[in-house]
T-cell receptor
Framework: EPEVTQTPSHQVTQMGQEVILRCVPI?????FYWYRQILGQKVEFLVS????????KSEIFDDQFSVERPDGSNFTLKIRSTKLEDSAMYFC???????????????FGSGTQLSVL | GNSVTQMEGPVTLSEEAFLTINCTYT??????LFWYVQYPGEGLQLLLK?????DKGSNKGFEATYRKETTSFHLEKGSVQVSDSAVYFC???????????FGSGTQLTVLP
């Protein structure tokens, strides 16, 4: 089965530093997503991206966050100035049509564990 | 808004035991319901889904029935294996939304 690839698997950074989390979605997919899970809490939606722009974002996704598809294959999440509370597992996902309710399937990566010290 | 409440873990069972992981939801309209599984070191994978009331999703011996009257989607398996050890997430999507709403996940460990 095709895979979404995320790198790195673990990232440690100092508070206030910028981090970029990288994802390679499945090659023919058009919709891209970031979710995160703070330890012991729910997996939360951050942002969806289609046609080179953000299509939806949650209230978590404030000005410190940005997403980009810098080339035809990568999809990145940037946190400009990390805070302690940004420590979480970040999951990238992709889908081909974005219509998730019925027959569409969302493919997730294995996540990047971000630790902010 | 939408929310999913999932049985807290961790859950530890012996091989061949019966598994139930409870999941209840709150949603506007008529959501589609999902169970995702994350095996160690891997991404979240769709395990099963149900898109309307009374539907039963099933896969790999796991089942869950969409119960609108109790707003529940409990995951069951009659005889678990060591290879079922993973984290299980209940989730929903409602209407035309393009985002999943997840529960907090339940860690299952099956001992030989």
């Amino acid at each position: 089965e095709p895979e979404v690839t995320q790198t790195p698997s673990h990232q440690v950074t100092q508070m206030g530093q910028e981090v970029i989390l990288r994802c390679v979605p499945i090659s023919n997919h058009l919709y891209f997503y970031w979710y995160r899970q703070i330890l012991g809490q729910k997996v939360e939606f951050l942002v969806s991206f289609y046609n080179n722009e953000i299509s939806e974002k949650s209230e978590i996704f404030d000005d410190q966050f940005s997403v980009e598809r810098p080339d035809g294959s990568n999809f990145t999440l940037k946190i400009r100035s990390t805070k302690l509370e940004d420590s979480a597992m970040y999951f990238c996902a992709s889908s081909s049509s974005g219509i998730l309710a019925k027959n569409e399937k969302l493919f997730f990566g294995s996540g990047t564990q971000l630790s902010v010290l | 808004g939408n929310s999913v409440t999932q049985m807290e873990g961790p859950v530890t069972l012996s091989e061949e035991a019966f598994l139930t992981i409870n999941c209840t939801y709150t949603a506007t309209g008529y959501p589609s319901l999902f169970w995702y599984v994350q095996y160690p070191g891997e991404g979240l994978q769709l395990l099963l889904k149900a898109t309307k009331a009374d539907d039963k999703g099933s896969n790999k011996g796991f089942e869950a029935t969409y119960r609108k009257e109790t707003t529940s989607f409990h995951l069951e398996k009659g005889s678990v294996q060591v290879s079922d050890s993973a984290v299980y997430f209940c989730a929903l999507i409602s209407g035309s939304a393009r985002q999943l709403t997840f529960g907090s996940g339940t860690q299952l460990t099956v001992l030989p």
